[in-house]
């Protein structure tokens, strides 16, 4: 498809079991980005790569989060031992990169994470 | 610090009257504007871009950027109740820690009939 796709759609586990939620962004975009956002809430940034630099994680609330890209394509972000208040819907986004001018980030679905 | 200001509403407007939403932003340098529409449950969604002073119209939308006061806004003209959403505002910001752009929290607009 040629949108950001996050899989999975939904999910739904026990408090303290980890999790993968998985991004694959639109072909050619260099740039990569994992949000969060609650119910109601605004979007909170979480972390971003671009190329081949390391990633800005100033984003991620805790050590129990992390996230790869790799190949310059896929990326997974990774909870360990979930929280209740880990509960949101995480939106990946990707772009162009285009180094002085900012370019529009495109959204996949997102991954509605319930935890129980 | 690198800020976008959006007032949060909910901005309430009769179905057929112009919708004025505002954004503000903490960076000079600023170059690159966005505005996303967000309905209930969905993911945003890019709906306009501007990049210089002045005004762009898309449609029903006109997007209005003001380097010098540092302030973008966004007017929707004929107002429907399919353009009930919340609205972010977006803006480039060059050494922001969150990529390339900054999002405010969005402004809810509902559009009664």
Partial sequence: GAGVSQSPSNKVTEKGKDVELRCDPISGHTALYWYRQSLGQGLEFLIYFQGNSAPDKSGLPSDRFSAERTGGSVSTLTIQRTQQEDSAVYLCASSLWEGREGQPQHFGDGTRLSIL | ?113
């Fill in chain 2, 1 to 113: 610090q690198k800020e976008v200001e959006q007032n949060s509403g909910p901005l309430s407007v009769p179905e057929g009257a112009i919708a004025s939403l505002n954004c503000t932003y903490s960076d000079r340098v600023s170059q690159s504007f966005f505005w996303y529409r967000q309905y209930s449950g969905k993911s945003p969604e890019l709906i306009m871009s501007i990049y210089s002073n002045g005004d762009k119209e898309d449609g029903r939308f006109t997007a209005q950027l003001n380097k010098a006061s540092q302030y973008v806004s966004l007017l929707i003209r004929d107002s429907q109740p399919s353009d009930s959403a919340t609205y972010l505002c977006a803006v480039n910001m060059i050494g922001g820690s969150q990529g390339n752009l900054i999002f405010g929290k969005g402004t809810k607009l509902s559009v009664k009939p």
